[in-house]
């Protein structure tokens, strides 16, 4: 079973950028992953940023973007607010079915 | 608007079983494939099952293939998860989930405990 690699937590300023990123146990990660982000705020069920790679939702900030960097997906915040304060999952597809990564925690301060 | 409601959940004792269902409304709920997504509590989500559209296609994780079985009737826009052998590691709260007609997850409901413990 493939592992999703995920940085365990970051920090950020209010109003400042970061980039999350997801890797893969078995090599780089591309668009055939289909790759979401995922958004959980304390006590709320998960909420989904983006699909396929750099897709939003209409409910999607535009401060939010996905791309494909250094053979990982990465999810990037520019503008960083207090309510982004969350942890953030990472889903790829493979052959045998999805994989999340174990979570983002990301603190604005 | 889209609406996805869980039920089901609650204290079962390890080895047996336990139906759950997610009830949908706002869509129209045949046209849409749909997950099961569980989360131990105080940990990260876990993928559990998948279902097309009409029910022909699914899949498991391999955590919970030969235990858990995903089904849908459309009639009833509801969504099932039969969970058989419960272990005490099946402790999670469990979360439907609805994708796009490509596809893509979009909504999720929020969620049904389930708790295994003797």
């Known amino acids: 079973q493939a592992v999703v690699i995920q940085e365990p937590s970051l920090t950020v300023s209010p109003g400042g950028t970061v980039t999350l990123t997801c890797g893969s146990s078995t090599g780089g990660v591309t668009s055939g992953h289909y790759p979401y982000w995922f958004q959980q705020r304390p006590g709320q069920a998960p909420r989904t940023l983006i699909y396929?790679?750099?897709n939003k939702h209409s409910w999607t900030p535009a401060r939010f973007s996905g791309s494909l960097l250094g053979g990982k997906a990465a999810l990037t915040l520019s503008g960083a607010q207090p309510e982004d304060e969350a942890d953030y999952y990472c889903l790829l597809l493979y052959r045998g079915g999805w994989v999340f990564g174990g979570g983002t925690k990301l603190t604005v301060l | 608007q889209v609406q996805l409601v869980e039920s089901g959940g609650g204290v079962v004792q390890p080895g047996r079983s336990l139906r759950l269902s997610c009830a949908a409304s706002g869509f129209t709920f045949s046209a849409y494939g749909m997950h099961w997504v569980r989360q131990t509590p105080g940990k990260g989500l876990e993928w559990v099952s998948f279902t097309s559209y009409d029910g022909s296609i699914n899949y498991h994780a391999d955590s919970v293939k030969g235990r858990f079985t995903i089904s849908r009737d459309n009639s009833k826009n509801t969504l099932y998860l039969q969970l058989n052998s419960l272990r005490a590691d099946d402790t999670a709260m469990y979360y439907c989930?609805?994708?796009?007609?490509?596809?893509?997850?979009?909504?999720w409901g929020q969620g049904t405990l389930v708790t295994v413990s003797s």
């Open positions: 989930a609805k994708t796009t007609a490509a596809g893509a997850i979009d909504y």
């Open positions: 396929d790679t750099d």
